[in-house]
Structures are given as C-alpha cells and as structure tokens.
C-alpha cells in the first residue's frame, strides 16, 4: 500500500462546476500538505500549502485537512478550461515531500 | 526570474554514456531536493539536501546516480552509464527550513531521453 493515495482520473467537469479532489495518507506522521498544479512537460506550481486541520481559502481554491480521517481536499470554483492539468498532493514527513500519482482533470468548454 | 532553475530543460544521450544537470534553488533556500517523473505518475524521491548535507538518498536510486551540493547553493546530478530506463523528467525544488517545513517550489525540470 502506498503512503499516499489519489484517484489518477481522468475527472472530466464542464465549464464553471466545482472540481473536488482528494488524497488520503496512511501515516500520521505527515505534517504539512500541499497541493501542486501541473501542465503536461512542465513542472509543477505549487497552489496551496497547509499545515493544520481546517480549511484554507485562496481564490477559486479551497484546501481541506482533515487528520483524524487522514485526509485532504481540493476544491475549485468557477472551473474553467485552462484549470486543465494534473493535480498533485503532496505531503512532508521528516523533511520528506512524498507524493501521490496525480489526478488529471479535464475541463470542458 | 527569483524562482528555481534547471539546466539543461532537455537531454537526449546514448545509452551508456553520462549526463549531468544542474539545478539552482531559490536564493536562501536552504533545502533542496531531487525527484524522478515518469509518465502519468508522481514524482519520486530521488535525495535531497540541507545546505551542503546530503540527508537521504532514495534506497532505490542506484550507485550511478549521484548528487552534489558543495557549497550550499546550486547543486547537480548525475547519472553515469546512462540506461533507457533512466529516461524520465528530473525535478528540482527548493524550500525553507528554519526548524518547521515550508513549502517547496519546483522547477521546470530536464527532461532525459536515452536512446
């Protein structure tokens, strides 16, 4: 099993719906959590970085922790197509980013 | 352009001969880190950095790889006898630790091809 897991996709939305995205972690020594957006052949951006349970809003984005349930979430708003790219978590244990595969979102016109 | 920077973005050598990149992290970023990425899947840790420290290497890199960091700033990779295998994106990032994680920024990355 992996430390971190994330539905690969393709999650395909039209234009302006809320694209919801997930990873869940097995360990929880994992501290600090981040969500990256990656364009084909680039690397990745970083969007959101969190680092306690809650909720954390920037923008269109909102980045949720949940570590009793070992959990986090991504939400964006208003989805338009150039929100197309891969969607990584990604998580720091012991200065460590381990990573999940990255879900790949498609949004349509 | 402040953020991290990688050269060269693109590599294509024969198999068996070495390659070498460079990555320069950002300026005062005291950690730095190397991952591997293959097609439709995540970055993978390769070793990563504390200033000049090398802290861990990944147990699955093997003895042709090697990293070095040898004054706290830019470091470079590389990879000797070169197999098909090893061709993939080579990531670079950068962060912050003064005794708590900060995020990490990446950049473009080189891209290996080995024919």
């Known amino acids: 099993q992996k430390e971190v897991e994330q539905d690969p996709g393709p999650l395909s939305v039209p234009e302006g719906a809320i694209v919801s995205l997930n990873c869940t972690y097995s360990n929880s020594a994992f501290q600090y959590f981040m969500w990256y957006r990656q364009y084909s052949r680039k690397g990745p951006e970083l969007l959101m970085y969190?680092?306690?349970?809650g909720n954390k809003e920037d923008g269109r984005f909102t980045a949720q922790v949940d570590k009793s349930s070992k959990y986090i979430s991504l939400f964006i708003r208003d989805s338009q197509p150039s929100d197309s790219a891969t969607y990584l978590c990604?998580?720091?244990?012991?200065?460590?980013?381990?990573f999940g595969a990255g879900t790949q979102v498609v949004v349509t016109p | 352009d402040t953020g991290v920077s990688q050269n060269p973005r693109h590599k294509i050598t024969k198999r068996g001969q070495n390659v070498t990149f460079r990555c320069d992290p950002i300026?005062?970023?005291?950690?730095l880190y190397w991952y591997r990425q293959t097609l439709g899947q995540g970055p993978e840790f390769l070793t990563y950095?504390?200033?000049?420290?090398?802290?861990?290497k990944s147990r699955l890199l093997s003895d042709r790889f090697s990293a070095e960091r040898p004054k706290g700033s830019f470091s470079t990779l590389e990879i000797q006898r070169t197999e098909q295998g090893d061709s993939a994106m080579y990531l670079c990032?950068?962060?912050?630790?003064?005794?708590?994680?900060?995020?990490?920024?990446f950049g473009q990355g080189t891209r290996l091809t080995v024919v």
């Open positions: 990604a998580m720091i244990r012991w200065g460590k980013l381990q």
């Open positions: 990032a950068s962060s912050l630790n003064r005794g708590r994680d900060t995020e990490a920024f």
């Open positions: 300026s005062e970023h005291n950690r």
């Open positions: 969190t680092y306690s349970s």
């Open positions: 950095f504390q200033n000049e420290a090398q802290l861990e």
